[in-house]
């Protein structure tokens, strides 16, 4: 843990391989966000009030599935420059900034939900 502290570790520009346990779980949070992005590609396609969120989402999983595994294949090769842990660290943070995002359309919805719901009650006298 001593380690994740240090400015040395996340700014050594040439870097250990991850270690065997870090390697699995990155592979398995890349695995995760193929799977999500498979299921999104599925869902982004349904008519409903969630769609433009359901494609944000899709997006954000599969743009982070190609960064990951291109992250995933200089570790492997031991890129010095592209394998800097610096990398990681801003992956993290733009992706969080990414996800406030999306959430705040998701915050948008249930307005959506009222509008459509007054605009039917005024439709439904319309000749």
């Known amino acids: 843990m001593k380690y994740l502290l ?5 700014f050594n520009l040439r870097p250990e391989s991850l270690a065997p346990l870090a390697s699995r779980i990155f592979i398995a949070f890349i695995s995760l966000l193929i799977i999500a992005s498979l299921l999104l590609l599925w869902l982004k396609n349904r008519k409903s009030l969630y769609r433009p969120v ?6 954000f999983c599969l743009g982070n599935t190609i960064i990951g595994l291109l992250f995933l294949f200089f570790n492997y090769e031991n ?5 800097a ?11 969080i900034i990414w996800l406030v995002f999306i959430l705040k359309g998701l915050k948008q919805i249930p307005l959506q939900k009222q509008k459509l719901s ?5 439709k439904k006298y319309l000749p």
């Open 6 to 10: 240090s400015f040395s570790y996340w």
């Open 54 to 59: 359901l494609r944000k989402l899709y997006n």
């Open 79 to 83: 890129a010095i420059f592209f394998s």
């Open 85 to 95: 842990r610096f990398w990681l660290a801003l992956w993290l943070i733009i992706m």
């Open 118 to 122: 007054q605009e039917q009650i005024y």
